[in-house]
């Protein structure tokens, strides 16, 4: 099992920057991937970002040079760096950890909202 705590949502304006936390715990070694996802109200819920047990990094078109994921192996930490935020932007925000069969493991989520 693997447990997923995320922090660091909240108000913003427009063109502002939030940075968002997800602890890590558990059964961390069966980890492929960890992500960040987001839904926003009568939409699907989309993968933003992600990043590899390698290193490697996977952006949506939508964020991609506004946001970064970034990861602290050493204090089992993942990011997710967020610059110019848009109205667009606004969504509950979900970490996600992959394992081999998908998936499989989700935060509470926490709400990003920007507006003026």
């Known amino acids: 099992q693997v447990q997923l705590v995320e922090s660091g949502g909240g108000l913003v304006q427009p063109g502002g920057s939030l940075r968002l936390s997800c602890a890590v715990s558990?059964?961390?070694?069966?980890?492929?991937?960890m992500g960040w996802y987001r839904q926003a109200p009568g939409k699907e819920r989309e993968l933003v970002a992600g990043?590899?047990?390698?290193?490697?990094?996977y952006y949506d078109d939508s964020v991609k040079g506004r946001f970064t994921i970034s990861r602290d192996n050493a204090k089992n930490m993942v990011y997710l760096q967020m610059n110019n935020l848009k109205p667009e932007d606004t969504a509950v925000y979900y970490c996600?950890?992959?394992?081999?069969?998908?998936?499989?493991?989700w935060g509470q989520g926490t709400q990003v909202t920007v507006s003026s």
């Open positions: 990043i590899t047990s390698g290193g490697s990094t």
């Open positions: 996600a950890a992959q394992e081999a069969g998908g998936w499989n493991y």
């Open positions: 558990g059964s961390i070694f069966s980890i492929n991937a």
